[in-house]
C-alpha cells in the first residue's frame, strides 16, 4: 500500500492534472481538458491513505455509484494503470447513440472481433448500445457509430481482424 506522500507524487507527476487542496488535508487532482462533463480524475486522496480515482467509463474494476474506484490499497502500477487509463476515457469524445428511428442496423457480423498488426499489437472492436467500441486490453481507445467506420480506420492504421 502506498502512502499518501507517495500518491501525491505519483499523481503530480501528471502534467495534464491539476492539483486542488480541499477540507481536511485532502487533495483531488482534475483534467481540464475532459471532453466529457465529468473533470475529476483523483478524489479526496486522503493522509490516511484512502482515495478514489474515477473510472466511470471504464470496464473491469469495481465502481461506486458515482464511478469511482478505491485505491487505499493499490500499489504504483495499479495506480498509474488506473490513472492512465481514467485520463484516457476522459480525453476520448464518445458520439451520442442515434435517436431509435434513425439507428442503422447491425450486420450479421455483430461479434467481437480481435484485429492485429504487424508489430503484434491487438485490438478488440466490441458492439455495445448501437456503437462500435475498439479496446486496447481494458482501455477504450475510441468509438464508432457504424461498423464500416470501425473497420476503415483499423485498416488504415494496418490492423487486419485474426482469423479464428
Do not use: C
Not at 20 to 25: D, Q, R
Request: no cysteine.
Amino acid at each position: 500500500m502506498l502512502t499518501f506522500e507517495q500518491k501525491l507524487a505519483i499523481l503530480d507527476s501528471y502534467p495534464q492534472l491539476e492539483r486542488k487542496n480541499v477540507s481536511l488535508g485532502r487533495v483531488n487532482y482534475h483534467f481540464e481538458q475532459s471532453r466529457h462533463e465529468k473533470k475529476t480524475v483523483a478524489f479526496h486522496l486522503h493522509p490516511n491513505g484512502n482515495g478514489y480515482v474515477y473510472a466511470g467509463l471504464l470496464r473491469g474494476y469495481e465502481t461506486d455509484d458515482k464511478g469511482m474506484v478505491n485505491i487505499r490499497g493499490y500499489g504504483e502500477a495499479e495506480l498509474r494503470e488506473l490513472v492512465d487509463a481514467s485520463v484516457t476515457s476522459l480525453s476520448m469524445f464518445v458520439p451520442e447513440a442515434p435517436a431509435p428511428g434513425k439507428r442503422k442496423k447491425k450486420t450479421a457480423a455483430g461479434a467481437d472481433t480481435v484485429w492485429i498488426n504487424e508489430e503484434g499489437q491487438k485490438l478488440s472492436l466490441k458492439p455495445e448500445d448501437d456503437l462500435w467500441y475498439l479496446y486496447a486490453g481494458l482501455q477504450l481507445e475510441m468509438a464508432f457509430e457504424t461498423l464500416e467506420e470501425a473497420e476503415e480506420y483499423l485498416a488504415e492504421e494496418g490492423f487486419a481482424p485474426v482469423q479464428s
